[in-house]
């Protein structure tokens, strides 16, 4: 509501909603429902934050912050000196004109006398699919018809290096030094196991 970015309407009453952040797109310090109008209220606020997402998430596409492939899923951008790398793992069923790109039944089948193996899988589950994206072979990920969004491809080894090049400096390598110590600076800020470590991720 214009004023009041702290506050949503529901039921025509105002509740509060302290830690709606739209940078990390979650709303936080909801109280667990007491009343069976509360339940209603919290799972209401739970589509108003999955619907609101999803316009953030289109927006940012707009904006060129983020790309979107066949199948509607977006990944966020990042600039490192001259090139654009994506954030967030793959997570598209298709190549670029629209043909499945398989996978096998069970998961677990045994594929190593395949001599063209071209799959995908679900990492992790369904429900992890957004954090850890898909698994594919390296048949798949060479295949002409590409499994990048279009305008997208898999980096060459000379795009890597120009990265590294990029990275190992001392504004990424986390004791200001050129030692390839930048691994921290280009992690998630979340996900990890905790570390005391000095310079390693989770710390």
């Known amino acids: 509501m214009p004023g009041d970015q702290d506050s949503l309407v529901i039921n025509g ?13 979650r709303i936080t310090n909801v109280a667990d429902p007491v009343e069976d109008m509360d339940a209603v209220n919290v799972r209401y606020m739970i589509e108003m934050e999955k619907k609101y997402e999803k316009k953030i998430e289109d927006l940012e596409v707009k904006l060129g912050l983020r790309i979107k492939d066949l199948e509607g899923n977006t990944y966020r951008i990042k600039e490192y000196c001259t090139q654009q790398w994506t954030t967030d793992n793959l997570k598209t ?12 039944y069970p998961e677990g089948t045994d594929i190593s006398l395949e001599t063209n193996p071209k799959y995908q ?7 992890n699919m957004g954090t850890y994206g898909r698994l594919y072979t390296y048949d798949a990920i060479i295949d002409r018809r590409g499994v990048c969004p279009k305008g997208w ?12 090049t990029c990275l190992n400096t001392p504004a990424y390598n986390y004791d200001g030094s050129t030692n ?5 600076a280009m992690a998630s800020t979340s ?4 570390s005391s ?4 991720v989770g710390n």
Do not use: C, M
């Not at 899988?121 to 429900?127: A, I, R, V």
């Not at 491809?153 to 590294?164: A, D, K, R």
């Not at 470590?197 to 390693?200: A, D, E, H, L, N």
């Open 153 to 164: 491809h898999i980096p060459s080894l000379t795009e890597w290096e120009v990265l590294f």
């Open 197 to 200: 470590s000095k310079g390693v």
């Open 191 to 194: 996900g990890w196991a905790a």
């Open 93 to 104: 069923t298709k190549y670029q004109n629209g043909d499945t790109i398989g996978t096998t």
């Open 13 to 25: 009453r105002f509740r509060s909603a302290n830690g709606i952040d739209a940078s990390k797109k």
């Open 180 to 184: 390839s110590l930048f691994a921290k």
């Open 121 to 127: 899988w679900l990492y992790w589950g369904n429900n």
